[in-house]
């Protein structure tokens, strides 16, 4: 076996997604304490003593205690190399989550033990189908008040069509959560808090009858439901968790860092590894040949100090090393690797090799895109990473004209990164941009960071538009004729249709249907 698809054997790259507030960051904390990658976990919203977590680094997310960007953390565990990519939960930013999704082999669901199956996490779940994701479902907050657990099996079954198969069954009701029943040997893990769940819960494992003596009939009903389960086929099949058919399900409190080590292990046991990855043209492209990678995400502002602009890649084929020139498929331009990072929240580590399923930070990437393919030696393009419709329109001006250089600047920035879409409109002209969302809070961000990392604070007089749609050249004129209706250019030159409502694109529609009116594809999934 080559040393790329050896290395990429003992790879598991996955996302953490959810609802927001179901404990993604805080997961993701208890996950690197595990690792021993940190000491002691941190939470946003954790009691006194715990800090702001190392995957939130804006100051916008310390001070609402949400993820708005994604995170990439890697660390190492047994065997396993594990690449893990946090990623918003709020809705105002799936977009920023479905460009991660496209750079992971396997999911992770969290669902909140009391709210069960939530807007979000449903639309998650449609977009990790699409792309044929494997996922891990993790009932969370078991320590609280929640519902009972066949009604959680039930409901994920019946919403997702997907078949829960739990590795591990909760002892004792939600809200009273003492251990689990490990259902692939018939033990019984118990449990003991720490103060504040900041370092590793301590786990006891015990055979039946100790648990019998100890847990009562807790441990009695808890039997009694696994074997329901067992007799309604609820048992692990590594190849229908593969084929997307079935989801193992963990149950866990990740604040209490209840049932991490079992997830850990859980990923590096069944989680897929790195496969040949298909070009644009559906063509596999084999995990030895030579290097190939894509642009999934763009950040600025993450080093307040340098200013610097990181496009994170994710390594499909053959070894990076830093320092490589390699070639960006977009353009045909060389680009050179010497400044190569592995990004740990605001934490960053040189990185001097990497291979498939890893991601690797490029600093100073002023010349990538997000969906751009790097490649050296055999040329290779990816398939394109589709952009959401937005929702939300509103014109940007500089409140100081004078900061028009750095209204400009921080535009570009903005629009390369994916955090908004920039649109140029003919009625406006060049210097009121058009910005678009799906989340009116991604015009909070956009506003936050003219302001703070470009000095250009701006104004938004907000559109009445709330559906888009892509047109084209020969289109466009009879569409912005149309009442409700305007037409406005994307950087890439794609055109956007803009309307007031779905019934005004419906009424045009019906008059014109000769007119060139296409559904952003992200936008049907999620």
Not at 53 to 60: G, R
Request: charged share 25%; proline share 5%; hydrophobic share 45%.
């Amino acid at each position: 076996m080559s040393t790329a698809a050896g290395e990429a054997a003992r790879r598991r790259t996955f996302a953490v997604i959810s609802h927001p507030d179901a404990g993604k960051s805080t997961l993701t904390e208890a996950l690197a304490l595990h690792a021993h990658v940190i000491g002691r976990a941190g939470a946003v919203h954790g009691k006194a003593g715990r800090g702001a977590t190392v995957s939130d680094w804006m100051d916008m997310e310390k001070a609402r205690g949400i993820s708005i960007t994604s995170a990439a953390l890697q660390f190492a565990y047994r065997d396993a190399v594990v690449n893990l990519l946090d990623t918003p939960g709020h809705a105002d930013f799936s977009e920023d989550t479905y460009r991660v999704l496209t750079a992971v082999d396997a999911a992770v669901m969290l669902v909140d033990a009391a709210k069960g199956l939530e807007t979000q996490t449903m639309k998650l779940f449609a977009v990790c189908k699409h792309r044929g994701i494997p996922i891990i479902t993790v009932i969370n907050k078991w320590d609280r008040p929640g519902n009972e657990a066949l009604a959680l099996m039930d409901e994920i079954a019946e919403r997702t069509g997907l078949q829960p198969t739990p590795l591990t069954w909760p002892v004792g009701i939600a809200g009273d959560f003492r251990g689990v029943l490990d259902r692939r040997d018939g033990s019984y893990r118990h449990f003991t808090r720490t103060a504040g769940g900041a370092t590793i819960a301590p786990e006891r494992v015990m055979d039946a009858d100790s648990a019998l003596a100890q847990e009562g009939d807790a441990w009695t009903t808890a039997l009694e439901e696994s074997e329901l389960l067992e007799e309604t086929g609820a048992q692990h099949d590594q190849e229908l968790f593969l084929a997307g058919a079935t989801t193992p399900v963990l149950f866990a409190s990740a604040v209490s860092n209840f049932g991490v080590a079992a997830l850990l292990d859980t990923l590096v046991d069944l989680a897929p590894a790195p496969a040949d990855r298909p070009d644009a043209d559906g063509k596999p492209r084999a995990l030895d040949d030579p290097f190939s990678a894509f642009v999934f995400k763009v950040q600025a502002g993450m080093d307040t100090g340098h200013r610097d602009r990181l496009a994170y890649i994710r390594v499909c084929t053959g070894v990076f090393e830093r320092g490589m020139v390699v070639t960006n498929a977009a353009n045909g331009r060389p680009f050179a690797t010497k400044y190569a990072q592995q990004v740990f929240g605001r934490d960053r580590e040189t990185i001097e090799t990497a291979y498939p399923g890893d991601v690797v930070g490029l600093v100073n990437a002023s010349a990538l895109g997000v969906g751009d393919t790097l490649y050296t030696d055999s040329p290779v393009v990816y398939p394109p990473i589709t952009t959401f419709a937005p929702e939300h329109f509103a014109v940007a001006r500089a409140a100081d004209t004078s900061k028009y250089k750095q209204f400009r600047k921080g535009m570009d920035t903005l629009a390369g990164e994916g955090v908004v879409q920039v649109l140029i409109s003919e009625r406006r002209g060049d210097g009121a941009p058009v910005l678009a969302v799906v989340g009116p809070m991604q015009f909070e961000v956009a506003s936050h960071r003219m302001e703070h990392e470009f000095g250009s604070r701006i104004s938004l007089d907000h559109l009445p538009y709330t559906v888009a749609r892509v047109t084209d050249a020969e289109s466009a004129p009879e569409v912005a004729k149309a009442r409700g209706a305007e037409v406005m250019t994307r950087p890439d030159g794609e055109l956007l249709a803009l309307f007031t409502d779905k019934w005004a694109l419906r009424t045009l529609e019906q008059n014109k249907p000769h007119l060139t009116l296409t559904p952003l594809v992200a936008a049907q999934l999620a």
